[in-house]
């Protein structure tokens, strides 16, 4: 089937604006996982879905970020009052979170994210 | 806690060369261990894998022994090519109550012909 997709794939937006990111995972995984990579830099997790427990947001920079993910399904990042620091790749990954081992993450393209 | 850590890039190499790229862990359970490469415009995608001690995780000439004494998981080919140019990042997922993918900060790898 499809591998997991993000839209849009760049976005260039202007400092204080808000922005809406959209992860559409493989279908039937359960497990949401965003990230942020900075420019020559590793992944940041940013937050983390399970099923329906309640997600894992240790990662988040602050409280101009925020997520969902409705229907267990469809995942959307919202950065709010965007700061040039903001500008990233945001990455998406899903798994099946069937909790074994070795289970894989499949990642997203990325959404390249420009804060002028 | 859960952590990797990788050896610092840019690494260098003429063709032909050998690689090791160092990934040391700390983990409050037993891990699964993970590398992803992401080549230049394209997203991760997973290189190899090992789930239990001693295991050998292998895919396109590369590979990674999970030791448990040591906790680590070095990647090593015997001869690169310039298409193997890439970031590589070292992962780990320990199955508690989070189930979460730890991830080093990656290894940028040039290969020159």
């Known amino acids: 089937g499809a591998g997991v997709s993000q839209s849009p794939s760049n976005k260039v937006t202007e400092k204080g604006k808000d922005v809406e990111l959209r992860c559409d995972p493989i279908?039937?995984?359960?497990?949401l996982y965003w990230y942020r990579q900075s420019l020559g830099q590793g992944l940041e997790f940013l937050i983390y879905?399970?099923?329906?427990?309640?997600?894992?947001k240790s990662g988040l920079p602050s409280d101009r970020f925020s997520a969902e993910r409705t229907g267990g399904s469809v995942s959307t990042l919202t950065i709010q009052r965007t700061q040039q620091e903001d500008s990233a790749v945001y990455l998406c990954?899903?798994?099946?979170?069937?909790?074994?081992?070795?289970?894989?993450?499949?990642f997203g393209p990325g959404t390249r994210l420009l804060v002028l | 806690g859960n952590s990797v850590t990788q050896m610092e890039g840019p690494v260098t190499l003429s063709e032909e060369a050998f690689l090791t790229i160092n990934c040391t862990y700390t983990a409050t359970g037993y891990p699964s261990l993970f590398w992803y490469v992401q080549y230049p415009g394209e997203g991760l995608q997973l290189l190899l894998k090992a789930t239990k001690a001693d295991d050998k995780g292998s895919n396109k000439g590369f590979e990674a022994t999970y030791r448990k004494e040591t906790t680590s998981f070095h990647l090593e080919k015997g001869s690169v090519q310039v298409s193997d140019s890439a970031v590589y990042f070292c992962?780990?997922?320990?199955?508690?109550?989070?189930?979460?993918?730890?991830f080093g900060s990656g290894t940028k790898l040039n290969v020159k012909p």
């Open positions: 992962a780990l997922r320990v199955l508690d109550n989070f189930n979460k993918f730890y």
């Open positions: 279908s039937g995984h359960t497990a």
């Open positions: 879905f399970q099923g329906n427990s309640a997600p894992d």
């Open positions: 990954a899903s798994s099946p979170g069937l909790a074994v081992t070795g289970e894989t993450q499949y």
